[in-house]
T-cell receptor
């Protein structure tokens, strides 16, 4: 069964610190790895995504690191802010209809 | 901006009732998806549709059915609601790009 394993389940970081969320996958057919951010009362929204032909992608304070040989990818949030407090989901794309397989989510709290 | 709307934000139903959840997108997207979100389990795909009148089972289709009669509208149906279907239901749509756009979700409570 296709799975994406995400850790930790919850994370508390001080303002200005680095938040790191990790994901691991099994299916080598996955070829697109997005991260979604969800605020309370809202649906998830795409934050950043990477393809396996690069090892890192950076957008502002958010960076995805990708390790193809280990089948792992992670989200790094630099200079974390209270406004970053949300639930983060990693995902991987597969299938002819490009459906996403999601990780279990990480609830991030950034303390002021 | 892409807009995905869901018919209700909150619903309370009784066991055995038939429940309709409706989703509408305004971007002419081919693909639409229904997920349920439960704490610690992430988002799990129930059904998806890649064209009008076409549907495919996701990971957890049991107890659910779907309908897509028009391109912009994708309905999720609980034929006989049960308490284990209490959850947050999220609809999403996707065009040719990879990004899925989600609605705000419907929180369903089955008593």
């Amino acid at each position: 069964q296709q799975q994406v394993k995400q850790s930790p389940q919850s994370l508390i970081v001080q303002k200005g610190g680095i938040s790191i969320i990790n994901c691991a996958y099994e299916n080598t057919a996955f070829d697109y790895f997005p991260w979604y951010q969800q605020f309370p009362g809202k649906g998830p929204a795409l934050l950043i995504a990477i393809r396996p032909d690069v090892s890192e992608k950076k957008e502002g304070r958010f960076t995805i690191s990708f390790n193809k040989s280990a089948k792992q990818f992670s989200l790094h949030i630099m200079d974390s802010q209270p406004g970053d407090s949300a639930t983060y989901f990693c995902a991987a794309n597969s299938g002819s209809a490009r459906q996403l397989t999601f990780g279990s989510g990480t609830q991030l709290t950034v303390l002021p | 901006d892409v807009k995905v709307t869901q018919s209700s934000r909150y619903l309370v139903k009784r066991t055995g009732e038939k429940v309709f959840l409706e989703c509408v997108q305004d971007m002419d997207h081919e693909n639409m998806f229904w997920y349920r979100q439960d704490p610690g389990l992430g988002l799990r795909l129930i059904y998806f549709s890649y064209d009008v009148k076409m549907k495919e089972k996701g990971d957890i289709p049991e107890g659910y059915s779907v309908s897509r009669e028009k391109k912009e509208r994708f309905s999720l149906i609980l034929e006989s609601a049960s308490t284990n279907q209490t959850s947050m239901y999220l609809c999403a749509s996707r065009g040719f790009q990879e990004t899925q756009y989600f609605g705000p979700g419907t929180r369903l409570l089955v008593l």
